[in-house]
């Protein structure tokens, strides 16, 4: 088990290097006066803001949704038809806290899913403990033994 | 802060949203016709004005409804509310290289009244 | 969903797949039933509201919003109300928007637009900013209509975008693209194409497609389908 969780961590440092930005290539962070007013707009848009940017002519293809997909979905609405929050502190959440590198490269109902259970911490109806606890208890269920 | 988690419930069942909030923003500064420029206000953090409409020109196509907007909507702050209209604009204002062939194009979408100033 | 864990791994010999096995879940299915059982666990909601909540969203569809429009092309009356009061139109469609909740779904809300088209003028809808679709009429959005690629372009370049789906607009009529980002929600009433003079309503509505009622296609006599594309499947996939 440890061995596999060593190969996993190393794994994970090579993986986490590819999604840097090309900045990290300097080792720190831009000098201020680097930092045009143009930069600063990039770097602070909301990441959800991208009409008008250039991209490729495509083949449309669609996607058939895992069902846990559907499950977020529900739990998300469902969530904010009790009161927990409305649509629009999940899109906030779900389209713009994560930043833009989460945002092009997670799945759209894991968008979702992050945002529930984001919300449930920031409101503090779960602490982060009790939620990675429920998680790890959930991971164990479904091992192989 | 203690959040209350029946207040929306309480506000819109049987009405809806945007229907609840009718009558809480006052009276609306433009109407259909008007011409509007968007402003480029600052977005830090939240924004729902899309970057390619700021400083573009258009012209009011309806007022569609008062809500409290997305930027205090996004935090759960339901309080106040504003005018929201249908802004339409040229596609040949928007975009430099838009093709002259298509003079008629259009683009339309929405603004709560903060960010629009009159022409 | 049913996972079998009555695999003999033979740990003994030390020889363990790489891979996760395809019982196992993925770190998106652990989380999402942990985030639902505390939710309910904490009385945030219930099982019920879930399975309630669920059941409306497995019966929503593009058909009603198709029936919509076919009513509209055969009732003047109608159509002044569909563009005028889209929320009311919807109940002869068999659409409540303050269902499931009494005030709509949270994220859909409760103010629908019908954009008319006429011979010189051509809606499209997108959102640039996410994905808003006004699902209670319309169902789900497809996943291109989510992308990026569509959403950077559709507003910029739209006949291209128009073209790709098969869309071939004269440079005269006004393509008018709605950018869907704040509470209202759209669907496109097309013009009521040439030779379906005499139809009826069921047969006027199979010919509206989704497509139609995004604005990607018109419709056409005889097509009575969206557009055939390559689709990624799920590895489990909900079963309606």
């Known amino acids: 088990m440890s061995s596999t969780t060593r190969e996993e961590v190393l794994r994970h440092l090579t993986a986490v290097a590819e999604l840097q930005p090309p900045v990290q290539k300097t080792g720190k962070a831009p000098y201020p006066s680097d930092m045009t007013h143009e930069l600063f707009r990039a770097y602070t848009r909301s990441p959800h803001d991208v009409g008008g940017e250039y991209d490729i002519p495509c083949n449309w293809s669609d996607e058939e949704p895992e069902a846990w997909g559907y499950r977020a979905y529900v739990t998300t609405e469902v969530l904010a038809w009790r009161g927990v929050w409305c649509a629009e502190e999940r899109r906030r959440m779900q389209n713009v806290d994560l930043g833009t590198t989460q945002y092009l490269g997670l799945p759209y109902y894991g968008r979702w899913l992050l945002s529930a259970a984001r919300i449930l911490v920031d409101k503090e109806h779960v602490t982060l403990t009790e939620l990675i606890n429920k998680i790890d208890e959930v991971k164990k269920r479904h091992e192989p033994r | 802060m203690s959040h209350d988690r029946t207040h929306h419930a309480h506000l819109a069942t049987g009405k809806g949203d945007p229907q609840c909030f009718k009558g809480t923003a006052g009276p609306a500064k433009f109407k259909a016709g008007d011409k509007v420029r968007v402003k480029n206000m600052p977005d830090i953090f939240y924004t729902r004005t899309m970057m390619y409409t700021r400083g573009a020109v258009g012209e009011i196509a309806v007022a569609t409804h008062e809500s409290p907007v997305p930027e205090d909507e996004a935090w759960g702050h339901v309080d106040k509310s504003e005018w929201f209209y249908i802004v339409r604009f040229r596609q040949q204002d928007l975009w430099p290289e838009y093709p002259a062939a298509f003079p008629n194009d259009t683009l339309q979408t929405e603004f709560s009244e903060r960010w629009l100033e009159a022409v | ?240």
């Open chain 3, 1 to 240: 969903m049913s996972n079998d864990h009555d695999h003999d791994h033979d740990h003994g010999h030390g020889h363990r797949p790489p891979a996760p096995m395809v019982e196992e879940i993925s770190d998106f299915e652990a989380l999402e039933i942990a985030v639902r059982e505390l939710s309910i666990e904490k009385g945030l909601f219930t099982a019920e509201d879930h399975r309630r909540f669920t059941e409306f969203a497995e019966h929503i569809g593009p058909t009603p919003a198709a029936r919509m429009v076919a009513k509209a092309w055969l009732d003047p009356e109608y159509k002044k109300l569909c563009l005028t009061d889209a929320i009311k139109a919807s109940f002869a469609v068999g659409v409540d928007w303050l269902n499931p909740t009494g005030f709509g779904t949270p994220s859909d809300y409760t103010d629908l637009r019908v954009l008319e088209d006429t011979p010189t003028r051509h809606h499209v809808v997108v959102c640039t900013l996410c994905s808003c679709y006004p699902r209670p009429i319309l169902g789900f959005q497809p996943e291109w209509y989510r992308t990026p690629n569509y959403r950077r372009r559709l507003v910029r370049w739209p006949r291209q975008v128009l073209a790709e789906f098969g869309l071939s607009l004269p440079a005269e009529v006004e393509v008018r693209v709605e950018d869907s980002n704040q509470k209202c929600r759209f669907i496109v009433m097309p013009v009521r194409p040439v030779g379906t003079d005499g139809w009826s309503e069921d047969q006027l509505t199979e010919i509206v497609t989704r497509d139609c009622l995004i604005g990607v296609a018109l419709p056409k006599a005889g097509r009575t389908s969206n557009i055939k594309l390559p689709i990624h499947h799920a590895v489990n996939p909900a079963h309606h």
